[in-house]
């Protein structure tokens, strides 16, 4: 689970320093409050990166998702990116567990064969 969220959170990394740049271009922001945002949500997509697989980090990965759709009022675009991405996310969350508990089964079927080329006299 946790190659399949980084991967979107890596995505979603770009699309927040890319909405920014459109953001700059809006006369009513000043470019301190669009940098300050991005670079907020920039970090944040970054440091749940490390922090998906432990308690809350799934549900900060929906808080940033709600977010990225929100900023859909700034930037209008990202009302449909933002969608785009929580997709992506439900799907690594649920696909990725899924993954998880096969790589969990093989592993446990796996310690209770003997290994093949053994020693069996």
């Not at 399949?4 to 409050?33: N, P, Q």
């Not at 907020?40 to 990166?49: E, P, T, Y």
């Not at 809350?56 to 990965?61: K, N, S």
């Not at 439900?90 to 969990?104: L, N, P, Y």
Request: with cysteine; hydrophobic share 55%; net charge neutral.
């Amino acid at each position: 689970m946790r190659t399949l969220c980084a991967s979107t959170l890596i995505g979603e990394f770009f699309v927040i320093g890319f909405a920014g740049l459109v953001a700059m271009k809006d006369d009513d922001l000043s470019m301190g409050t669009v940098w300050t945002v991005c670079g907020i949500a920039m970090a944040v997509s970054l440091l749940l990166c490390g922090m998906v697989t432990r308690p809350g980090g799934v549900q900060l990965g929906w808080a940033l998702q709600v977010a990225l759709i929100a900023s859909g009022f700034v930037v209008p675009t990202m009302f449909f990116l933002g969608a785009v991405f929580a997709a992506i996310w439900w799907a690594s969350v649920h696909f990725g567990r899924k993954i998880d508990e096969a790589k969990a089964r093989f592993a446990a079927m796996a310690e209770g064969q003997p290994e093949a080329g053994g020693n069996a006299a």
